[in-house]
Protein backbone atom coordinates (compact mmCIF):
# COMPACT_ATOMS: atom_id res chain seq x y z
CA UNK A 1 0.00 0.00 0.00
CA UNK A 2 0.45 3.42 -0.25
CA UNK A 3 3.67 4.46 2.26
CA UNK A 4 4.80 8.44 3.63
CA UNK A 5 7.74 8.34 5.47
CA UNK A 6 8.22 11.26 7.83
CA UNK A 7 11.72 12.01 9.23
CA UNK A 8 12.83 12.68 11.70
CA UNK A 9 10.36 10.97 14.16
CA UNK A 10 11.52 12.80 16.63
CA UNK A 11 13.50 16.01 17.63
CA UNK A 12 14.53 18.50 20.29
CA UNK A 13 16.35 21.97 19.47
CA UNK A 14 17.51 24.78 20.84
CA UNK A 15 15.15 28.25 21.38
CA UNK A 16 16.34 30.62 18.40
CA UNK A 17 17.49 27.94 15.90
CA UNK A 18 15.36 26.22 12.80
CA UNK A 19 14.18 22.74 12.18
CA UNK A 20 13.54 21.14 8.81
CA UNK A 21 11.25 17.84 8.61
CA UNK A 22 10.97 15.60 5.93
CA UNK A 23 8.03 14.01 4.12
CA UNK A 24 8.19 11.74 1.28
CA UNK A 25 5.76 9.33 -0.43
CA UNK A 26 7.13 6.30 -1.04
CA UNK A 27 5.80 4.38 -3.97
CA UNK A 28 3.51 7.30 -5.21
CA UNK A 29 3.86 10.67 -6.67
CA UNK A 30 2.23 13.52 -4.73
CA UNK A 31 1.64 16.81 -6.20
CA UNK A 32 -0.36 17.86 -2.81
CA UNK A 33 0.81 17.37 0.68
CA UNK A 34 -0.53 18.58 3.85
CA UNK A 35 1.31 19.59 6.91
CA UNK A 36 -0.65 19.56 10.33
CA UNK A 37 0.29 20.13 14.04
CA UNK A 38 -1.10 18.53 17.41
CA UNK A 39 -0.99 19.71 20.27
CA UNK A 40 -1.05 17.61 23.00
CA UNK A 41 -5.10 16.11 24.23
CA UNK A 42 -6.15 18.24 20.88
CA UNK A 43 -6.90 17.20 16.97
CA UNK A 44 -4.64 17.46 14.15
CA UNK A 45 -5.06 21.16 12.95
CA UNK A 46 -4.48 21.70 9.20
CA UNK A 47 -1.02 24.24 8.94
CA UNK A 48 -0.67 24.41 5.46
CA UNK A 49 -1.15 22.72 2.08
CA UNK A 50 2.34 21.84 -0.11
CA UNK A 51 1.75 22.03 -3.85
CA UNK A 52 4.71 20.83 -6.06
CA UNK A 53 6.34 23.39 -7.73
CA UNK A 54 4.49 26.21 -6.55
CA UNK A 55 3.83 28.12 -3.43
CA UNK A 56 2.41 26.60 -0.22
CA UNK A 57 -1.16 27.73 1.26
CA UNK A 58 -1.32 28.47 4.55
CA UNK A 59 -4.01 28.22 6.82
CA UNK A 60 -5.13 31.14 8.77
CA UNK A 61 -3.01 32.35 11.60
CA UNK A 62 -0.45 30.47 10.16
CA UNK A 63 2.92 32.47 9.91
CA UNK A 64 4.22 31.64 6.18
CA UNK A 65 7.70 33.35 6.93
CA UNK A 66 8.38 31.04 10.45
CA UNK A 67 6.96 27.66 8.76
CA UNK A 68 8.47 27.42 5.26
CA UNK A 69 7.48 25.08 3.60
CA UNK A 70 9.24 23.64 0.05
CA UNK A 71 7.68 21.12 -2.25
CA UNK A 72 10.32 20.60 -4.98
CA UNK A 73 9.85 16.95 -6.31
CA UNK A 74 7.17 14.86 -6.62
CA UNK A 75 8.16 13.29 -4.07
CA UNK A 76 9.17 14.96 -1.34
CA UNK A 77 8.12 18.00 0.64
CA UNK A 78 9.92 19.78 3.84
CA UNK A 79 8.54 22.17 6.60
CA UNK A 80 11.21 24.41 8.26
CA UNK A 81 10.67 25.70 11.67
CA UNK A 82 12.63 28.82 11.40
CA UNK A 83 13.85 30.41 14.96
CA UNK A 84 11.64 27.63 16.51
CA UNK A 85 10.27 28.54 20.58
CA UNK A 86 9.10 26.58 23.09
CA UNK A 87 5.50 27.18 21.86
CA UNK A 88 6.40 25.49 18.78
CA UNK A 89 6.70 22.45 20.30
CA UNK A 90 4.05 19.73 19.03
CA UNK A 91 3.37 16.98 16.98
CA UNK A 92 3.70 17.94 13.60
CA UNK A 93 2.40 15.23 11.07
CA UNK A 94 2.28 15.45 7.12
CA UNK A 95 0.03 13.51 4.63
CA UNK A 96 -0.64 12.46 1.15
CA UNK A 97 -3.33 12.48 -0.91
CA UNK A 98 -2.65 9.24 -3.30
CA UNK A 99 -4.90 10.50 -6.09
CA UNK A 100 -7.18 7.85 -7.04
CA UNK A 101 -8.82 7.38 -3.77
CA UNK A 102 -10.06 10.25 -1.80
CA UNK A 103 -8.13 9.05 1.23
CA UNK A 104 -4.23 10.66 2.41
CA UNK A 105 -1.75 8.27 4.20
CA UNK A 106 0.04 9.89 7.05
CA UNK A 107 3.52 10.06 7.49
CA UNK A 108 5.09 8.90 11.35
CA UNK A 109 4.80 12.40 12.55
CA UNK A 110 7.46 13.97 14.29
CA UNK A 111 7.78 15.35 17.95
CA UNK A 112 9.21 18.78 18.42
CA UNK A 113 10.67 19.78 21.73
CA UNK A 114 11.83 23.16 21.94
CA UNK A 115 14.20 24.24 24.66
CA UNK B 1 -16.30 27.25 10.59
CA UNK B 2 -16.84 23.92 9.84
CA UNK B 3 -17.16 22.02 13.01
CA UNK B 4 -16.77 18.15 13.81
CA UNK B 5 -17.76 17.39 17.42
CA UNK B 6 -16.69 14.06 19.19
CA UNK B 7 -17.04 12.99 22.78
CA UNK B 8 -13.66 13.58 24.63
CA UNK B 9 -14.43 10.25 26.54
CA UNK B 10 -12.87 8.06 28.01
CA UNK B 11 -15.74 5.74 26.96
CA UNK B 12 -14.78 2.78 29.20
CA UNK B 13 -15.76 -0.68 27.46
CA UNK B 14 -15.28 -4.44 28.80
CA UNK B 15 -13.34 -6.75 26.64
CA UNK B 16 -15.85 -8.08 23.97
CA UNK B 17 -18.64 -5.32 23.95
CA UNK B 18 -19.44 -3.10 21.39
CA UNK B 19 -17.95 0.52 21.67
CA UNK B 20 -20.17 3.23 19.77
CA UNK B 21 -18.63 5.96 18.53
CA UNK B 22 -20.30 9.38 17.96
CA UNK B 23 -19.61 12.55 15.91
CA UNK B 24 -21.46 15.10 14.36
CA UNK B 25 -20.29 17.95 11.49
CA UNK B 26 -21.67 21.17 10.98
CA UNK B 27 -21.08 21.61 6.82
CA UNK B 28 -24.01 20.15 4.93
CA UNK B 29 -22.07 19.67 2.33
CA UNK B 30 -19.36 17.45 3.60
CA UNK B 31 -18.96 14.49 1.13
CA UNK B 32 -16.21 12.26 2.52
CA UNK B 33 -16.02 10.50 6.16
CA UNK B 34 -13.31 8.80 7.80
CA UNK B 35 -12.68 6.99 11.17
CA UNK B 36 -8.84 7.42 12.14
CA UNK B 37 -7.38 5.72 15.16
CA UNK B 38 -4.34 7.14 16.70
CA UNK B 39 -2.38 5.37 19.76
CA UNK B 40 -0.36 8.01 21.60
CA UNK B 41 2.41 9.56 20.50
CA UNK B 42 1.86 8.02 17.03
CA UNK B 43 -0.10 9.66 13.46
CA UNK B 44 -3.32 8.71 12.93
CA UNK B 45 -4.03 5.64 10.65
CA UNK B 46 -7.24 5.11 8.66
CA UNK B 47 -9.95 2.33 9.86
CA UNK B 48 -12.57 3.34 7.55
CA UNK B 49 -14.18 6.06 5.12
CA UNK B 50 -18.01 6.04 4.39
CA UNK B 51 -19.29 8.36 1.92
CA UNK B 52 -23.24 7.52 1.14
CA UNK B 53 -25.72 7.02 3.93
CA UNK B 54 -26.52 3.82 5.40
CA UNK B 55 -23.84 1.06 7.19
CA UNK B 56 -20.35 0.31 5.54
CA UNK B 57 -18.46 -2.71 7.34
CA UNK B 58 -15.38 -4.14 7.54
CA UNK B 59 -14.03 -6.88 9.61
CA UNK B 60 -15.00 -5.70 13.46
CA UNK B 61 -15.83 -2.23 12.45
CA UNK B 62 -18.93 -0.71 11.01
CA UNK B 63 -19.27 3.25 9.80
CA UNK B 64 -22.96 4.53 9.93
CA UNK B 65 -23.41 7.93 8.37
CA UNK B 66 -26.49 10.16 8.30
CA UNK B 67 -26.45 12.80 6.03
CA UNK B 68 -29.67 14.17 7.19
CA UNK B 69 -28.78 13.94 10.65
CA UNK B 70 -24.95 15.25 10.22
CA UNK B 71 -24.06 12.40 12.02
CA UNK B 72 -21.63 9.55 11.64
CA UNK B 73 -20.67 6.62 13.64
CA UNK B 74 -18.15 4.07 13.94
CA UNK B 75 -19.33 0.94 15.90
CA UNK B 76 -16.53 -1.96 16.93
CA UNK B 77 -17.86 -5.32 18.14
CA UNK B 78 -15.82 -7.40 19.99
CA UNK B 79 -13.56 -5.06 21.07
CA UNK B 80 -10.13 -5.73 22.24
CA UNK B 81 -7.94 -3.95 24.62
CA UNK B 82 -5.74 -3.79 21.49
CA UNK B 83 -8.73 -1.22 20.22
CA UNK B 84 -7.59 1.20 23.31
CA UNK B 85 -6.76 4.39 21.44
CA UNK B 86 -7.95 7.53 20.36
CA UNK B 87 -10.56 7.51 17.47
CA UNK B 88 -10.92 10.87 15.39
CA UNK B 89 -14.05 11.82 12.71
CA UNK B 90 -12.36 13.44 10.10
CA UNK B 91 -14.83 15.06 7.15
CA UNK B 92 -14.59 16.57 4.42
CA UNK B 93 -16.21 18.16 1.71
CA UNK B 94 -15.06 16.87 -1.67
CA UNK B 95 -12.23 14.61 -2.30
CA UNK B 96 -9.35 14.86 0.39
CA UNK B 97 -9.30 18.68 0.35
CA UNK B 98 -9.92 20.90 3.15
CA UNK B 99 -10.28 18.16 5.79
CA UNK B 100 -11.51 18.91 9.56
CA UNK B 101 -10.96 16.72 12.32
CA UNK B 102 -12.85 16.54 15.44
CA UNK B 103 -11.01 16.09 18.59
CA UNK B 104 -11.42 12.25 18.90
CA UNK B 105 -12.75 9.75 21.33
CA UNK B 106 -10.70 7.95 24.15
CA UNK B 107 -11.49 4.67 24.11
CA UNK B 108 -10.35 2.15 26.77
CA UNK B 109 -10.89 -1.34 26.70
CA UNK B 110 -11.01 -2.97 30.12
CA UNK B 111 -9.38 -6.93 30.23
Known amino acids: GAVVSQHPSWVICKSGTSVKIECRSLDFQATTMFWYRQFPKQSLMLMAT?????????EQGVEKDKFLINHASLTLSTLTVTSAHPEDSSFYIC???????????FGQGTRLTVV | QKEVEQNSGPLSVPEGAIASLNCTYS??????FFWYRQYSGKSPELIMSIYSNGDKEDGRFTAQLNKASQYVSLLIRDSQPSDSATYLC???????????FGTGTKLQVIP
Open chain 2, 27 to 32: DRVSQS
Open chain 2, 90 to 100: AVASGGYQKVT
Open chain 1, 50 to 58: SNEGSKATY
Open chain 1, 95 to 105: SAPTGSVTEAF
